[in-house]
């Protein structure tokens, strides 16, 4: 139960993001008009997003190799889901990630940075990260399971900037 309700805290913190994102870009309000409500996210081919998608495949293979302790990578676009990988097996979007302690997660105890570059953070548990970055209309959302200790976070903020949003350059 504790797992479904961290789901779907998870699953409502992207959406109002990608939402929030959006708000001020009165076209990408409108774009979003004519794609929102639906029962779940539209998936959008990254080059039809203004992405060049060699890059992000880039990416992938960069979290592959180095074998990081990533389980889940979604890039949100102008509304429109255009890469959702899960590297590590068994995860996959629906399989739940155990939950130890669901008050450190991103609910109560979300810790929001102040922007680098115009792009704003999120730090959960365990390695989670939000990156929303609104010059883009984009939000970045990394699922992990990392020690407490891991300094992942450069690692995690150095492929936002050189794979993600190099990927709209």
Same mark, same amino acid.
């Given at each position: 139960?504790?797992?479904?309700?961290?789901?779907?805290?998870?699953?409502?913190?992207?959406?109002?993001?990608?939402?929030?994102?959006?708000?001020?870009?009165?076209?990408?309000?409108?774009?979003?008009?004519?794609?929102?409500?639906?029962?779940?996210?539209?998936?959008?081919?990254?080059?039809?997003?203004?992405?060049?998608?060699?890059?992000?495949? +880039?990416?992938?293979?960069?979290?592959?190799?180095?074998?990081?302790?990533?389980?889940?990578?979604?890039?949100?676009?102008?509304?429109?889901?255009?890469?959702?990988?899960?590297?590590?097996?068994?995860?996959?979007?629906?399989?739940?990630?155990?939950?130890?302690?669901?008050?450190? @997660?991103?609910?109560?105890?979300?810790?929001?940075?102040?922007?680098?570059?115009?792009?704003?953070?999120?730090?959960?548990?365990?390695?989670?990260?939000?990156?929303?970055?609104?010059?883009?209309?984009?939000?970045?959302?990394?699922?992990?399971?990392?020690?407490?200790?891991? @300094?992942?976070?450069?690692?995690?903020?150095?492929?936002? +900037?050189?794979?993600?949003?190099?990927?709209?350059?």
């Amino acid at each position: 139960m504790i797992d479904r309700i961290a789901s779907c805290v998870t699953g409502l913190v992207l959406l109002s993001l990608a939402v929030g994102c959006a708000a001020g870009n009165e076209a990408a309000v409108r774009q979003e008009e004519e794609h929102w409500p639906t029962a779940g996210w539209e998936t959008s081919a990254p080059e039809d997003q203004g992405m060049d998608p060699a890059r992000l495949s +880039k990416l992938v293979e960069h979290i592959e190799q180095e074998r990081l302790a990533i389980d889940g990578l979604v890039v949100v676009r102008n509304g429109r889901i255009v890469l959702e990988k899960y590297p590590r097996p068994p995860y996959n979007k629906d399989v739940l990630h155990i939950v130890h302690s669901v008050t450190r @997660s991103y609910g109560y105890q979300s810790w929001w940075t102040y922007p680098r570059d115009g792009v704003y953070d999120a730090a959960g548990l365990y390695g989670q990260r939000i990156y929303v970055i609104p010059d883009l209309d984009m939000v970045v959302v990394f699922t992990a399971q990392m020690p407490e200790t891991s @300094s992942l976070e450069p690692t995690l903020y150095g492929m936002v +900037k050189d794979y993600i949003m190099a990927a709209c350059e």
